[in-house]
């Protein structure tokens, strides 16, 4: 399966963005799927996943009641609503799937099989 990151783009900050992680070449529906972002010199953060049911969503400290992840089946599609942006936001944002039907650690990097190339997200002060 094939993704593709969209949606980042520079922002103020107080403000909102949405990221698409769209699959091609395989289906969505039945894998976790995640999102991370990367800032220049740093590693690579978790944010949020859901689990491949849909039932089961984390999000990591830093995010939580900011950011929403949800996913939409027949568009073969996740998102990740972001609201009340601030400047140490700014990151390449990145979206992960695990493999069909795989559970287990949500929030590591090398838990994740598929990838996304990243979608830049800049948040001015």
């Known amino acids: 399966v094939q993704l593709q990151a969209s949606g980042g783009g520079l922002v103020q900050a107080g403000g909102s963005l949405r990221l698409s992680c769209a699959a091609s070449?395989?289906?969505?529906?039945?894998?976790?799927v995640g999102w991370f972002r990367q800032a220049p010199g740093k590693e690579r953060d978790f944010l949020a996943s859901?689990?491949?049911?849909?039932?089961?969503?984390y999000y990591a400290d830093s995010v939580k009641g900011r950011f929403t992840i949800s996913r939409d089946n027949v568009k073969n599609t996740v998102y990740l609503q972001m609201n009340s942006l601030q400047p140490e936001d700014t990151a390449v944002y990145y979206c992960?799937?695990?493999?069909?039907?795989?559970?287990?650690?949500?929030?590591?990097?090398?838990?994740?099989?598929?990838w996304g190339q990243g979608t830049q997200v800049t948040v001015s002060s």
């Open positions: 070449g395989g289906t969505l529906s039945s894998r976790t």
């Open positions: 992960a799937a695990k493999r069909r039907y795989e559970s287990g650690v949500y929030y590591s990097v090398s838990s994740y099989n598929y």
């Open positions: 859901i689990s491949w049911s849909g039932g089961a969503t």
